[in-house]
């Protein structure tokens, strides 16, 4: 078993068994927090080496961090039952881009 899959077994383990969920309940919101391990990967690589990565790659790194990981977010959020996502900064997060 890779460690990702030990993460998302885990995962679902603690949230079965300290919240009580069914265990395909908490295998989803397993899954949603780490199908973007490879973008979070790539996020501390720029966190660790910022001064030595070109624009162009740390550009991409966040137009697909930000492309795939949000939506991943916001449905473990909801299926935790903490609600949906919320424009709290007022930056118009629910609205569609023109």
Known sequence: MDKTELV???????LSSSLGLEMAEASEIAFHITDWKENL??????YEKADE???DRI?????????HAPNHIA??????GLGPIEDVFKVGV???DE
Request: glycine content about 0%; proline content about 0%; hydrophobic content about 55%.
């Open 8 to 14: 998302k077994k885990r995962i679902a383990e603690a």
């Open 41 to 46: 990967d790539e996020l501390v690589e720029v």
């Open 53 to 55: 990565l070109s624009d």
């Open 59 to 67: 550009q991409r790194i966040i137009m697909v961090f930000h492309a």
């Open 75 to 80: 449905a473990a959020k909801k299926l935790l």
């Open 94 to 96: 629910l609205k569609e």
